[in-house]
């Protein structure tokens, strides 16, 4: 049962921030989320659609989370049950650090250090085990089926016109004509270019990598131990894969010799495979 809406003058003495990125509580209700529909709108792949709610009820502001995928924290505690808030406090929503401060507290200039403080305002997750050789050779076989299965989706049409023309057409009908099936498969190659792009460039950049890393409970993180790593880093990736195929796969074989586990492409893109890190509710595989 909701609670009358405390008076405006006591709802503006609080607002989130995250990083340079400021957020007015002036409202008896914030949504935190992906959606559009959120009053506090965070484009983090870790943060649910509809993820945690900052409710002011008799005066004081209560944080809950709305069932989210991974979790709301308050001051390092995951919030299972809803939680006064208090200045100063600590929030964070599946990897994406914030604090709650006065909301008549000067916006500081990024170029000056606040040396009143100590608060890491960084969007990522906390440093996991780096995956081993023998998971990350299970990912690859893994995306290899998966990306292999799936990428019979895009030329269904061009497998469909052979089939019919090859097993049930018979003779006498007409079939597509070869510029009609060139047609059909350029159109097909253009899905196919598209899906391609989802399941690896936007898997790495948006989602913390691709299915085959993510069935295998891995993550992919830039150099900073943030994850998502944004669609430039994973194009940077991408020529890396490039560039360890022309050494044959050799430059795979790097995560055999070093401590973080890196490949040849990681150590040219600043990335990091590591297993899903406990912060976001997931236990941590073997080393």
Known sequence: MSAAAPPRSECRQLRLRFGPEVYSLDQPRAVVGRSRSCEIRL???????????LVWRDGVLILEDLGSSNGTWLNG??????????????????????AIEPADEAIPDDSVPRSHSTFDYTAGVVPATPAGFGWRVLALVADSLLFGFGSLIPFSPLLATVGAER?????????????????????????????????????WARRGGTPGLRVLGLRLLDWRQRMPIGHPRA???????????????????SILFRRDRKALHDLLAGTLVVHRPRALGGAAGPA
């Open 43 to 53: 484009k983090e792949d870790t943060v649910s659609r509809l993820h945690a709610a």
């Open 77 to 98: 505690e995951s919030v299972k049950e809803p939680h006064v808030v208090h200045l100063g406090d600590e929030v964070r929503f599946g990897a994406l650090r914030g």
């Open 167 to 203: 097993f049930l057409l018979s003779p006498d009908i007409v079939t597509p004509s070869a510029q009609t099936k060139a047609l059909i498969a350029t159109g097909c190659g253009a899905l196919w270019m598209i899906y391609t792009w989802y399941y690896v460039i936007h898997g």
């Open 235 to 253: 194009w940077l990736r991408f020529v890396g894969v490039l560039v360890t195929g022309l050494t044959f796969g050799l430059g795979f074989l």
